[in-house]
């Protein structure tokens, strides 16, 4: 099993729909939770990382975090076609030097 | 553009041969992760280094091996190569040990024939 599940989509939503992503992770150990955001051929760049249980907001972008469900949340609101990607849930410990486990990603398309 | 650069963006070679990836982590970055992504596997995680030691091992085979310079630059050598080891490699560094905050190369597309 896993560490962390992602569905794989594809997702797809039309322009300035939210765009709802999950990932689910199965140790309570984890501390770190991150979005990456990947284009074709691209490098993973980081969109939102936190701490801790709750929401953290960033411009369109909306990170939920609930660790009772070790679940967690990325929202997208008024989607654009440049939205369109390949989103990665990352999870880590504090005690593991920064081995991140990623999801598998979720690959969305927003049309126009 | 994070500011990790990684060379050659691509590589061909044929099962057998061995390569070397290379990677030069953002200016004032201590640590550099490596990174192996697939189709079938998704982004693995392969191996850590900080300030030239190594400090975490994941997913990575023994025919692979990695090192830090002391200009902080990191190589990642692939040897006896096989078709399964066609992926992208990344790199990704950060400012410290454990730092959480990653940031990623553009990446080396290996295809082994």
């Known amino acids: 099993q896993k560490e962390v599940e992602q569905d794989p989509g594809p997702l797809s939503v039309p322009e300035g729909a939210i765009v709802s992503l999950n990932c689910t992770y199965s140790?309570?150990?984890?501390?770190?939770f991150m979005w990456y955001r990947q284009y074709s051929r691209k490098g993973p760049e980081l969109l939102m990382y936190?701490?801790?249980?709750g929401n953290k907001e960033d411009g369109r972008f909306t990170a939920q975090v609930d660790k009772s469900s070790k679940y967690i949340s990325l929202f997208i609101r008024d989607s654009q076609p440049s939205d369109s990607a390949t989103y990665l849930c990352?999870?880590?410990?504090?005690?593991?030097?920064?081995?991140?486990?990623f999801g598998a990603g979720t690959q969305v398309v927003v049309t126009p | 553009d994070s500011g990790v650069t990684q060379t050659p963006k691509h590589l061909i070679t044929a099962t057998g041969q061995r390569v070397t990836l290379r990677c030069s982590p953002r200016?004032?970055?201590?640590?550099v992760y490596w990174y192996q992504q697939s189709l079938d596997q998704g982004l693995q995680f392969l191996i850590q280094?900080?300030?030239?030691?190594?400090?975490a091992k994941g997913n990575i085979l023994e025919r692979f091996s990695a090192q830090q310079f002391p200009d902080l630059h990191s190589e990642l050598n692939l040897s006896s190569l096989e078709l399964g080891d066609s992926a992208l490699y990344f790199c990704?560094?950060?400012?410290?040990?454990?730092?959480?905050?990653?940031?990623f190369g553009p990446g080396t597309r290996l295809l082994v024939l």
């Open positions: 140790n309570s150990a984890f501390q770190y």
């Open positions: 990352a999870i880590g410990k504090r005690d593991s030097w920064g081995k991140l486990q």
């Open positions: 200016s004032g970055d201590l640590s």
């Open positions: 990704a560094s950060s400012d410290r040990m454990g730092k959480e905050t990653q940031y």
């Open positions: 936190t701490y801790s249980s």
């Open positions: 280094y900080y300030n030239g030691e190594e400090r």
